[in-house]
């Protein structure tokens, strides 16, 4: 699968939850989502992936300055992009 072919979306929110069961990521461009849900296995091996990835990024690129904040919106809302209304 050749990576740079594949469409991208602009993800501009990500929330995640659990139960016992399974985790849950709902991955939001403007008003429409989609939710992904991971056994516990799946999820670590996912958060371990993500981690190896930012870490080369620093690697090439320098440090990354951003801190995680729960709850944080997202700068873009629905309602900027309609005018308010």
Not at 3 to 9: A, L, R, T
Request: aromatic share 10%.
């Amino acid at each position: 699968m050749d990576f740079n072919k594949i469409p991208k979306q602009f993800c501009d929110n990500v929330v995640a939850g659990h139960t016992n069961e399974n985790f849950v990521l709902l991955l939001s461009v403007g008003e429409a989502a989609t939710a992904y849900a991971f056994t516990p296995a799946h999820m670590k091996r996912l958060v371990q992936s993500l981690g190896h990835q930012v870490a080369e990024y620093e690697k090439a690129f320098g440090p990354i300055d951003a801190k995680w904040s729960p709850g944080i919106e997202s700068p873009l809302q629905p309602k900027d992009i309609r005018g308010g209304k």
